[in-house]
């Protein structure tokens, strides 16, 4: 990074991008494909008595009202305060916080919850971002991950048009696999293809990409 310059990456700079989108109306409906992943898990967490979910980047709660509608406990929290107005407005129990440094105690969810967010974490936080989630999550519990792919790759998204343009780090298969691998046990791993419209992902079509959902299983309690 250029001394005396904002690193690309910054919470900052994301909250305010989100911000001014959020306020401008901006919407993009859920694909099909993501919409059936959310069923999946809230079939999973339903399977194992699980009834409280903690969403991370909440944007205007789409999933969260979802949740609520399943008879799931739903806490989220967002960078941008646009965002968590407007989820709060649905009567969501949403506030502002980073994912680097959630307010809530260890092993407090038995369930985590976070879709095209933790993209915009760059590869020197990342491990420390899942150390996090994991220190919130109860012992073997599903976390859920949505992500665009790449090719291993940190740069500035060339389709917005509000600055500041966001940051996202672009990983492959391998390794999501290899780095969410060292903080618990990948369940389940599937990907599906980038397509248009709603199915259309960030880049402008300037990224090949396709879209990478997993469930990482936090490590069991540790035994007495």
Known sequence: MVPGREDPGSEQRLAEFYNRRAASGWDHPLSPRRVEARERFIGLLKSEGRHDVLEIGTGPGQDGLKFVQAG???????????????????????????ARRLPFADGAFPAVWSMSTLLHIPAADIDGVLRELVRIAAPNAPIAVGLWSGADEEVLNPEDDLESRRFFSRRSDETVRKVFGRHGTIEDFVTWPEGTGEESGPGAGNWTQHYQFLILRTPPAPTK
């Open 72 to 98: 799931i406990r739903y806490t989220g929290v967002d960078l941008a305060e646009e965002h968590v107005r407007q989820a709060r407005s649905k009567g969501l129990d949403v506030s502002v916080a980073s």
